[in-house]
């Protein structure tokens, strides 16, 4: 049985651009096989590029991903490519991550017989089978991405990743682009394939509504580091992190959860030079004198919960009220 823990610490992502942006910084993050873990974070706080080196689209180039309890980069040949495999992502933009001269057959069945996981003779009767586990009609194999609506073009993204058989999939704001009434049809499909396929999920999304409808462990990420993870009861029941519990405050009714929050005053800070101590000081209602100083660690303060915040340290003179209260 395939035990997806995924360990990563102190990763630093190279961008393309002149400069080394240090995209993901301390990680500790755990995915276990059949489980959805939400990734919530502003835009810039290095979510897909956590989600694309997970999905091994991305070398890190420090730290370690565990791959069956293993160091990817450390894995045989045959091992390497079976890590691949088994890591997919889908991606927010079907129709730039689909090729609009490729038939729809194509961009299906080309990676699972290059693979050898299908034969040439059977590709054509493999997409026809994916394609109805998906929603879309075989009928419409030969079509061309541009044929398709954007729900169906998604699907058809979703299709391609299922098509090598992966057992983990990344999901970097898949919904996003979609109508409310097309999103839950998604949602919905990503459940079912889960049930029928046990599927794990990366869901990485700045939308803590359709986090919260699908996730059952949820991480906060906030300019590179996670900075909370809880099983979901936990973290919505009780959110302990500043950054958290600031996220949840600006959370939009669900009539119209769509808008995409901005939250918390202050600016978010450039990734290429995050304030000092804890990244969020700046912007921290309960800032104090160490927060400047002193990178706050992960600690786990209930069963799966852990927190990166000095307010959770027994030492801390500047507890929060109701936590001090508490212990
Ligand atoms: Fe706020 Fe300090 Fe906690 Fe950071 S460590 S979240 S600045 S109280
Ligand atoms: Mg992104």
């Not at 080196?53 to 991903?65: D, H, N, R, V």
């Not at 419409?140 to 391609?160: D, L």
């Not at 990344?170 to 919904?175: A, G, P, Q, R």
Request: contains cysteine; aromatic residues 6%.
């Amino acid at each position: 049985e395939l035990d997806y823990a995924e360990r990563l610490v102190r990763l630093l992502g190279a961008d393309l651009k002149p400069q080394v942006v240090h995209a993901v910084d301390i990680i500790n993050l755990k995915i276990m096989p059949g489980e959805v873990v939400g990734l919530v974070g502003e835009s810039g706080c290095g979510k897909s590029t956590l989600g694309r080196m997970l999905a091994g689209i991305m070398p890190q180039s420090e730290g370690e991903i565990l791959w069956n309890g293993q160091d990817r980069r450390k894995l045989g040949q045959r091992d390497t490519r079976a890590a691949k495999l088994s890591a997919q992502m889908i991606f927010q933009d079907p129709m730039s991550s689909l090729n609009p001269r490729k038939r729809v057959i194509d961009i299906i069945g080309e990676a699972p017989v290059a693979h050898g996981i299908v034969s040439r003779r059977e590709k054509d009767s493999y997409v026809a089978d994916l394609m109805e586990r998906v929603g879309l009609d075989p009928a419409y194999r030969e079509r061309y991405p541009h044929q398709f609506s954007g729900g169906q073009r998604q699907r058809i993204g979703i299709a391609r990743a299922l098509a090598v058989k992966p057992q983990f999939i990344v999901c970097d704001e898949s919904v996003a682009a979609l109508d409310v009434s097309i999103q839950a049809q998604i949602i919905n499909l990503f459940m079912d394939l889960k049930r029928d396929l046990g599927l794990t999920y990366l869901f990485i999304s700045h939308d803590i509504g359709v986090v919260k409808h699908i996730s059952d462990r949820v991480a906060i990420m906030y300019l590179g580091r996670i900075v909370e993870s809880a099983p979901a009861e936990e973290f919505f029941a009780r959110p302990n992190h500043p950054y958290t519990v600031a996220l949840l405050d600006e959370v939009p009714s669900i009539a119209n959860r769509r808008r995409i929050f901005s939250p918390i005053k202050g600016e978010i800070p450039s990734p290429l030079s995050p304030p000092s101590g804890c990244h969020f000081h700046p912007r921290c209602p309960h800032a104090f004198e160490r927060c400047r100083k002193e990178a706050p660690k992960l600690r786990e303060i209930a069963p799966g919960h852990i927190s990166a915040c000095h307010l959770n340290d027994a030492q801390s003179t500047n507890r929060r009220p109701e936590i001090a209260a508490a212990s």
